[in-house]
């Protein structure tokens, strides 16, 4: 598909203003995601239409705890990324050689999730922003079937075009990896002030917004690290926003760092919650996975091996009547 937004011509290259790379791009070139073409001096999408991955998954998976909670998600993900994660779980498509796939319209991605019994679909797998058009199309198409619409990124996106993908968006994860300006340069081939900048405007919009972080050892897992994310968290987009610590295992060129422990995570998760951020859990041990009043301590959503809402009324505590901030049925 030809690109028709994001980006400038200049003689044969064209430099793509989708995401803070700005990748200038000479002919027969892609840039640094490896999915956007200078096609003959025609600015092309690779991966518009062509879907590695399209699953039915908890609204949990994504992880999403205060959005629809105990619903099911239509996600789908293609092939590339514009980060370059040491440690990425999903390397077998991200770094994968972009190749033919079957190609599916954005009316039948709709079509598939109308039949699942689903109302929402996410963008997710691979980072959604390497995907942008394909994306937009559909999420429009969403909208008009009252659908909802989910992304999980990497918040690595240019203000401009996050500007208008949020016109579309109900909800978003961003995977905050890190609180270090070199973590991100080394770690992932990144910056971390666009991310922030990303968390902040959406934050501001009319999206519910969750973070994760994923703890590394060694790398990004040290308590003031910890405790500087969670004091410009407070700052900047206040206590009620749901922070999900997630545990590192070994993946593609990180595989001889070890598993986080659980006690680093539990740590972490006592840092957020002495910052006053009030939804903490940790991701990928079972644990502290319910949600509670940050008032009364009443139980009101029960995770395990399904997700029940059991003391949320019109986003209030039934207990005690505190607001509980999310989306919920």
């Given at each position: 598909m030809i690109i028709k937004k994001f980006y400038k011509k200049s003689g044969n290259n064209i430099k793509c203003l989708l995401c803070p790379h700005?990748?200038?791009?000479?002919?027969?070139?892609?840039?640094?995601?490896g999915t956007r073409k200078n096609e003959n001096n025609k600015f092309v999408s690779m991966v518009y239409g062509m879907p590695c991955a399209v699953h039915l998954d908890p609204i949990e998976k994504k992880p999403l705890y205060h959005f629809l909670p105990g619903e099911k998600?239509?996600?789908?993900g293609t092939l590339g990324c514009n980060l370059f994660?040491?440690?990425c779980q999903n390397y077998d498509i991200t770094r994968a050689r972009i190749t033919d796939l079957n190609f599916v319209e954005p009316e039948e991605i709709i079509r598939r999730c109308i039949e699942s019994g689903s109302r929402m679909i996410a963008y997710t797998y691979n980072e959604p922003t390497i995907f942008y058009e394909y994306m937009i199309n559909i999420a429009k198409l969403a909208k008009k079937h009252k659908i909802k619409n989910v992304i999980v990124s990497n918040g690595f996106i240019n203000p401009e075009p996050l500007k208008e993908l949020l016109k579309y968006i109900d909800a978003a994860n961003i995977d905050l990896k890190g609180f270090?300006?070199?973590f991100y340069r080394e770690y992932a081939n990144a910056s971390l002030k666009p991310v922030l900048n990303t968390i902040?405007?959406?934050?501001?919009s009319k999206t519910w917004l969750e973070m994760t972080n994923l703890l590394i050892?060694?790398?990004?897992?040290?308590?003031?690290e910890i405790n500087l994310m969670c004091d410009w968290i407070i700052k900047n987009i206040g206590k009620d926003v749901p922070l999900h610590f997630s545990r590192f295992f070994p993946y593609y060129k990180a595989d001889s760092i070890n598993i986080t422990p659980t006690?680093?995570?539990?740590e972490a998760e006592n840092i957020a919650k002495s910052k006053g951020i009030r939804y903490v859990y940790i991701g990928n041990i079972g644990l502290n996975e319910n949600t509670h009043c940050p008032k009364c301590d009443a139980l009101l959503i029960k995770r395990g091996f399904e997700t029940k809402v059991v003391g949320i009324k019109n986003n209030k505590c039934i207990k005690c009547r505190n607001i509980i901030k999310g989306v919920y049925n």
């Amino acid at each position: 598909m030809i690109i028709k937004k994001f980006y400038k011509k200049s003689g044969n290259n064209i430099k793509c203003l989708l995401c803070p790379h700005e990748c200038v791009i000479s002919v027969g070139r892609t840039g640094l995601c490896g999915t956007r073409k200078n096609e003959n001096n025609k600015f092309v999408s690779m991966v518009y239409g062509m879907p590695c991955a399209v699953h039915l998954d908890p609204i949990e998976k994504k992880p999403l705890y205060h959005f629809l909670p105990g619903e099911k998600i239509l996600s789908l993900g293609t092939l590339g990324c514009n980060l370059f994660c040491r440690g990425c779980q999903n390397y077998d498509i991200t770094r994968a050689r972009i190749t033919d796939l079957n190609f599916v319209e954005p009316e039948e991605i709709i079509r598939r999730c109308i039949e699942s019994g689903s109302r929402m679909i996410a963008y997710t797998y691979n980072e959604p922003t390497i995907f942008y058009e394909y994306m937009i199309n559909i999420a429009k198409l969403a909208k008009k079937h009252k659908i909802k619409n989910v992304i999980v990124s990497n918040g690595f996106i240019n203000p401009e075009p996050l500007k208008e993908l949020l016109k579309y968006i109900d909800a978003a994860n961003i995977d905050l990896k890190g609180f270090n300006e070199t973590f991100y340069r080394e770690y992932a081939n990144a910056s971390l002030k666009p991310v922030l900048n990303t968390i902040k405007a959406i934050h501001k919009s009319k999206t519910w917004l969750e973070m994760t972080n994923l703890l590394i050892p060694g790398l990004n897992d040290s308590t003031s690290e910890i405790n500087l994310m969670c004091d410009w968290i407070i700052k900047n987009i206040g206590k009620d926003v749901p922070l999900h610590f997630s545990r590192f295992f070994p993946y593609y060129k990180a595989d001889s760092i070890n598993i986080t422990p659980t006690d680093k995570l539990i740590e972490a998760e006592n840092i957020a919650k002495s910052k006053g951020i009030r939804y903490v859990y940790i991701g990928n041990i079972g644990l502290n996975e319910n949600t509670h009043c940050p008032k009364c301590d009443a139980l009101l959503i029960k995770r395990g091996f399904e997700t029940k809402v059991v003391g949320i009324k019109n986003n209030k505590c039934i207990k005690c009547r505190n607001i509980i901030k999310g989306v919920y049925n």
